[in-house]
């Protein structure tokens, strides 16, 4: 099994719809890491959580991590058709930190 | 902006074939990443680095061959291309652990 989860795997909202995507590990997270990967291009980072009950913004998309649950949440809000794209979630699960392990991504589709 | 860069692109070539993928970074940092992405597999490890001279196995090493003479440049090497090795390759560096990955724009390589 996977050691970390992504849900739902696609997603297809109507503009202007908020939206929440989901990453949960199997282990202890030391650190979580937001990418988005557009079809053909490389994984822009969005965004770093490292502590128990963090929170991040930016423009509309905000990402928590929950320590306890092992969990991370990423939350678009009034989604536009920039928005569309893979998410893929990064974590730190070993101490040593010097690899990410990722999930399989979240295709999200954002139709006008 | 300094960054990292791949090269080529994109990239044909026959099974049997030797090719080399280039990764450059500016950035100075310890750790080098190289990932194949397919369909239905996510992002899988293929080598790392965690400073020049320094390299080791990821998930799936077999059939590539990685060096690390300089802390910018991480190749890898396809000794001898298979057609399951047709995928897109992605580098990517990191500065130290509790820090994000930056990735690379990728190079496509099919395999005929």
């Known amino acids: 099994s996977q050691e970390l989860e992504q849900s739902p795997q696609s997603l297809i909202v109507q503009e202007g719809k908020n939206l929440t995507i989901n990453c949960t590990s199997s282990?202890?997270?030391?650190?979580l890491y937001w990418y988005k990967q557009k079809y053909g291009e490389g994984l822009i980072f969005l965004m770093m959580l490292q502590k128990g009950g963090e929170e991040k913004s930016h423009e509309k998309i905000t990402a928590k991590l929950d320590e306890k649950k092992q969990q991370s949440s990423l939350h678009i809000t009034a989604s536009q058709p920039s928005h569309a794209g893979i998410y893929l979630c990064?974590?730190?699960?070993?101490?040593?930190?010097?690899?990410?392990?990722f999930g399989e991504g979240t295709q999200l589709t954002v139709n006008p | 902006d300094a960054g990292i860069t791949q090269s080529p692109r994109y990239k044909i070539t026959e099974t049997g074939r030797q090719v080399t993928l280039m990764c450059h970074q500016t950035w100075s940092h310890s750790y080098m990443f190289w990932y194949r992405q397919d369909l239905g597999h996510g992002l899988r490890l293929i080598y790392y680095?965690?400073?020049?001279?320094?390299?080791d196995k990821g998930e799936v090493p077999d059939g590539y061959v990685v060096s690390r003479s300089k802390t910018e440049n991480f190749p890898l090497t396809l000794e001898s291309a298979t057609r399951s090795q047709t995928s897109v390759y992605f580098c990517?560096?990191?500065?130290?652990?509790?820090?994000?990955?930056?990735f690379g724009d990728g190079t496509r390589l099919s395999i005929l």
């Open positions: 282990k202890t997270l030391y650190g």
């Open positions: 990517a560096s990191r500065r130290s652990g509790a820090q994000p990955q930056h």
């Open positions: 990064g974590a730190d699960v070993e101490t040593s930190g010097s690899r990410l392990t």
């Open positions: 680095s965690a400073a020049a001279d320094i390299t």
